[in-house]
């Protein structure tokens, strides 16, 4: 049971990270790994080795944009913000989550 149960979250997890990395940077911007952290302590992701990817094709299909600076003298970050395209895309993917989840809860409340 346990392992169907992780099955299913991580598969939810793939199908949603984009869209809440796009609502985290919706409320402001972000480094990368001011980023990670914040999906960690959510249990979104495990690591930050899949985020950076990610960020990477968002980056390119313009739904974010990037800008890089020197703190402190340590390494420059890389903050991300969120694109005029990205905010679409977020309230196409919040106004689809809210039809489909109501739907697939009708459908569970009524298997009960």
């Not at 991300?80 to 489909?100: H, K, M, N």
């Amino acid at each position: 049971m346990a392992d169907n149960a992780e099955r299913i979250a991580t598969n939810l997890r793939k199908g949603v990270l984009e869209f809440c990395v796009l609502g985290l940077l919706a409320a402001s911007e972000r480094y990368g790994l001011e980023l990670a952290s914040e999906l960690q302590d959510r249990g979104l992701i495990a690591g930050e080795g899949s985020l950076y990817p990610l960020l990477a094709r968002m980056r390119d299909g313009g739904v974010v944009d990037t800008r890089t600076e020197a703190v402190g003298g340590g390494r420059p970050r890389k903050y991300y913000t969120i694109t005029p395209a990205g905010r679409e895309q977020l309230s196409t993917f919040d106004a689809v989550w809210r039809a489909i989840g109501a739907e697939v809860d009708t459908i569970i409340e009524g298997a009960s």
